[in-house]
């Protein structure tokens, strides 16, 4: 497994502000993932952030509103642009690794967004 | 986006009692991935599946990749109350894209 962090816990920000969410990973990593999730929704994956390359971003999700930065193997973060109220959920990064049988998917803690 | 149809949304049962969840999907999956996530916390993984047939235990936790892969059910045997929170279940292909698409969550609660 591995071991990842994510600042802020949480935070309660205004309308039209920014928000930036940093995920540190104890190990390297070549794949994180960034996901979504609503109050008592499922998961939403947001974007797939590989070092050294752009992100790719799911279907509804657009790099001017979730700007991702991949600058090594262990740290990403994810940027939540001009927010609004419907922004306000836990947002995860998530990291690939190799398991006994196969890939497994780790998550970090989240963050919780609240927008007002 | 793309879902899993898990179910039951939720479960009330007495502690003690056994505990039966599963997935089902339209699309094939190479791997099914069980997590439990407590309030405020992010999922934590339970079980992984990587063949078709398999079935494999963690503790108290039986998982099993369906045969025809598009489904996967997940079994608590002797619940306590620790086990209370949301499961969810995730399908991935594991090639090319790596995503996981996951299930809306079961959300167990348990009457001591």
């Known amino acids: 497994s591995a071991v990842i962090s994510q600042k802020p816990s949480r935070d309660i920000c205004q309308r039209g502000t920014s928000l930036t969410i940093q995920c540190q990973v104890d190990?390297?990593?070549?794949?994180m993932f960034w996901y979504r999730q609503q109050p008592g929704q499922s998961l939403t994956l947001i974007a797939t952030?590989?070092?050294?390359?752009?992100?790719?971003?799911e279907s509804g999700f657009v790099i001017d509103k979730f700007p991702i930065s991949r600058p090594n193997l262990t740290f990403s973060t994810l940027t939540v642009s001009n927010m609004s109220p419907e922004d306000s959920s836990i947002y995860l990064c998530?990291?690939?690794?190799?398991?006994?049988?196969?890939?497994?998917?780790?998550f970090g803690p989240g963050t919780r967004l609240t927008v007002l | 986006g793309q879902q899993l149809n898990q179910s039951p949304q939720s479960m009330f049962i007495q502690e003690g009692e056994d505990v039966s969840m599963n997935c089902t999907s339209s699309s094939i999956f190479n791997t099914w991935l069980w997590y439990k996530q407590d309030p405020g916390e992010g999922p934590v993984l339970l079980i992984a599946?990587?063949?078709?047939?398999e079935l494999t235990s963690n503790g108290r936790l039986t998982a099993q990749f369906g045969i025809t892969r598009k489904d996967s059910f997940l079994n608590i045997s002797a619940s306590i109350p620790s086990d209370v929170g949301i499961y969810f279940c995730a399908g991935a292909l594991f090639q090319g894209a790596q995503k996981l698409v996951f299930g809306q969550g079961t959300r167990l609660t348990i009457n001591p």
């Open positions: 190990s390297q990593v070549t794949m």
């Open positions: 599946l990587y063949k078709a047939g």
């Open positions: 952030a590989n070092q050294g390359s752009e992100a790719t971003y």
């Open positions: 998530s990291v690939l690794l190799a398991g006994v049988g196969g890939n497994e998917q780790f």
